[in-house]
């Protein structure tokens, strides 16, 4: 798997002497998808295979995600890794519904998509069970390419995403889904 | 004082203050163990932590076991005791029903046996009388149930928090 490191492309839209005009979705999407701030919600191996990605050599930075957010307020992106015990659901559900809109959620690893090898009585079977998921990244751990690869889809969804989505009746009813507010 | 020694010694010092309540003391490997029943276990306790001499004055470890299949005994206790001075340990078993699993706490003699009493009863259910806050320290609040018991079937038919379709199951 390769990942080619090119600059953004312009968005479509109108351009002559001295101006350029676009819609506000794209402008915006531009600019959330190049900021995003990764709540890193880091329970086991997983979260080693994230500070690797974090680190030098693999570098989320290159991808404007330089700035990770411990506190959910600020975070736009929610990135968990690793096993959730069905006692941590109610604390990754308290974190989500902390977070402010616009929000998206990474899930990293087997085991936080789906409970994994830990097909057990104390553990959450996939955190879609509590909280809506935008990307899933499969494997035990995955590698850093994986994660920058998930990174590269949530920023393709956040560009193409309208910024009045969220407003949608689709949307609120997914999260009525979850019983979320 | 080797293994063996130490094994009799405290066989006859329990012998002597315990008599009805001593069941067996035995070399498991090269380990001294001593069982008594469940009456006793606190005074024993007490007087193996207390007594000039055995000063076993450290909890190492307490777990529990089940055994099904051991009927009017299905619940064991097990103390591992250590004295530090003298680098010698020993362990202490009883034996519970299934239709009475209380044993008095050892919270009082240990503060460490607070935690490990509810880490027991948080899996096995068993009531440790008089300990100071008997609820579940692991499990989420809301388990019914005591998941180490050997009583489930290892895998619940009716469970839908897998999918077959995706699991392949």
């Known amino acids: 798997m390769s990942v080619d490191i090119k600059p953004e ?12 005009a676009t819609s506000l979705d794209k402008v915006v999407g531009l600019a959330r998808a190049n900021s995003l701030w990764p709540l890193p919600f880091a329970t086991s191996c997983c979260g ?45 559900r308290q974190v989500y519904e902390q977070m402010a809109e ?3 959620v990474l899930s990293m690893g087997a085991c936080a998509c789906s409970g994994g090898i830990f097909d ?5 079977q996939g955190i879609d069970r509590i909280i809506p998921v935008d990307v899933y990244i499969p494997g035990c751990p995955p590698r850093p390419e994986q994660v920058l690869d998930g990174i590269l889809k949530i920023q393709e969804l956040t560009k193409s995403e309208s910024i009045r989505r969220r407003d949608s009746p689709e949307y609120k009813a997914m999260l009525e889904q979850y019983g979320i507010e | 004082m080797d ?17 009805a309540h001593f069941i067996k003391a035995e070399m498991d490997y090269d380990f001294p163990v001593f069982t008594v029943k469940v009456d006793a276990i606190h005074d024993v306790l007490s007087y193996l932590k207390q007594t000039e001499g055995l000063g076993f004055h450290f909890l190492t470890t307490l777990c529990v076991i089940h055994m099904p299949d051991q009927t009017g005994a299905e619940f064991g206790v097990m103390y591992q005791l250590h004295n530090m001075h003298s680098n010698q340990r020993i362990r202490v078993k009883t034996w519970l029903s299934k239709d009475y699993v209380h044993i008095p706490t050892a919270s009082d ?18 009531k440790f ?22 009583e489930y079937p290892l895998e619940d038919g009716s469970r839908d928090d ?6 392949g199951r």
């Open chain 1, 9 to 20: 492309h312009q968005p479509e839209g109108l351009e002559g002497a001295g101006f350029f």
């Open chain 1, 48 to 92: 080693i295979e994230f500070m690797a990605t974090m680190a030098s050599h693999y570098d989320l930075a290159r991808f404007g995600s330089e700035r990770l957010s411990f506190s959910p307020r600020q975070a736009d992106l929610l990135m968990v890794m690793g096993t959730i015990s069905k006692k941590m659901g109610p604390i990754l």
């Open chain 1, 102 to 104: 616009p929000k998206w």
């Open chain 1, 120 to 124: 057990s009585y104390s553990v959450l």
């Open chain 2, 3 to 19: 293994n063996n020694t130490l094994k009799d010694s405290i066989e006859q010092a329990l012998k002597a203050q315990f008599d």
């Open chain 2, 109 to 126: 003699l240990w503060p460490a046996a607070n935690w490990m009493e509810r880490q027991e009863f948080d899996f096995f259910g068993v």
């Open chain 2, 129 to 150: 009388d008089g300990h100071p806050n008997l609820t579940r320290i692991l499990n989420m609040d809301e388990m019914n149930y005591y998941p180490m018991r050997k």
């Open chain 2, 162 to 167: 897998k999918n077959d379709k995706m699991f």
